[in-house]
């Protein structure tokens, strides 16, 4: 069954996080490491990585850098596809693919 979504942005919002909860696991991130040293409480991250809220732009910077890769990245995941994953060596298979 798929989501229904209200606006564009409410789709983008899921994929942003589902792109950042991606890279923590992949990298064996536990969600209270990321957010601590990106500067925020666990909740705001976990509403984040589900899509039940927008990120400033400082946010998404302090993230990326926790996880090693550019904001950028984390907007446009064309880049990251590019990437194997680090824990097995396949390709990216990232949220939101399916979709498309």
Do not use: F, H, N
Not at 6 to 12: K, P, S, V
Not at 36 to 56: F, H, N, P, W
């Amino acid at each position: 069954m798929s989501r229904q979504y209200r606006t564009m942005a409410d789709q983008e919002r899921v994929d942003l996080g589902g792109r950042i909860r991606w890279l923590r696991e992949d990298r064996g991130l536990a969600q209270v490491e990321v957010a601590t040293e990106a500067g925020m409480d666990q909740a705001k991250l976990s509403s984040i990585e589900r899509g039940k809220c927008y990120v400033s732009g400082v946010e998404l910077a302090d993230i990326a850098a926790v996880l090693s890769v550019s904001a950028l990245d984390l907007i446009d995941p064309l880049p990251l596809r590019l990437v194997p994953r680090l824990s097995t060596g396949q390709p990216a298979d990232l949220p939101g693919d399916a979709q498309r």
